[in-house]
């Protein structure tokens, strides 16, 4: 199946900084990219949809402002969490559409402190 | 965001033993799919399913999209301490560049 870097692994930030996550697809061009946020013992639940060349899909309840999502181009979409504040610690995943099926990233563990 | 309603939320079984988990919508979903994620890692696909009353095998493994369309079960057979993990059913209601819902999953425990 395709395969789905992301990076970093895990990050440690201060509070009121900010953290860029990468999603990159190494074997397709992903036009859509999907992020996810899983808090502890809880499942995924989808915070965007990521378009490349335009405007993110931001579900209800999550803040645009606050998770910036670019993909500017078929191989990469970044999730920038602004401001981070603890209650944003969580395990970010995101995942790409290929022709056979969904593929995940290993997940990035952001603590704010 | 909707999820599915999956069960049961956590077993503790012994090696050996058979396991079976499913997952309920709501909805009428044209794909399921089963995912299995170990700690601190990304969701790693097990199982998908196309059709209505598909039954597909894969290895210990084997997964049934049920003839309603909202409903999906996971058996595992024979389990051993690497089945260990946390299981989700995820599934979506059309075709296109669209996410998938998923279950809460299932915490699975093996007692060797």
């Known amino acids: 199946g395709a395969v789905v870097s992301q990076h970093p692994s895990w990050v440690i930030c201060k509070s009121g900084t900010s953290v860029k996550i990468e999603c990159r697809s190494l074997d397709f061009q992903a036009t859509t990219m999907f992020w996810y946020r899983q808090f502890p013992k809880q499942s995924l639940m989808l915070m965007a949809t990521?378009?490349?060349?335009?405007?993110?899909?931001?579900e209800q309840g999550v803040e645009k402002d606050k998770f910036l999502i670019n993909h500017a181009s078929l191989t990469l979409s970044t999730l920038t969490v602004t401001s981070a504040h603890p209650e944003d610690s969580s395990f970010y995943i995101c995942s790409i559409q290929a022709f056979y099926g969904y593929t995940f990233g290993s997940g990035t563990r952001l603590t704010v402190v | 965001g909707q999820q599915l309603n999956q069960s049961p939320q956590s077993m503790f079984i012994q090696e050996g033993e058979d396991v079976s988990m499913n997952c309920t919508s709501s909805s009428i979903f044209n794909t399921w799919l089963w995912y299995k994620q170990d700690p601190g890692e990304g969701p790693v696909l097990l199982i998908a399913?196309?059709?209505?009353?598909e039954l597909t095998s894969n290895g210990r493994l084997t997964a049934q999209f049920g003839i309603t369309r909202k409903d999906s079960f996971l058996n595992i057979s024979a389990s051993i301490p690497s089945d260990v993990g946390i299981y989700f059913c995820a599934g979506r209601w059309n075709s296109g560049n669209t996410p998938l819902v998923f279950g809460k999953g299932t915490r699975l425990s093996v007692i060797a």
């Open positions: 990521s378009n490349e060349g335009s405007k993110a899909t931001y």
């Open positions: 399913l196309y059709k209505a009353g």
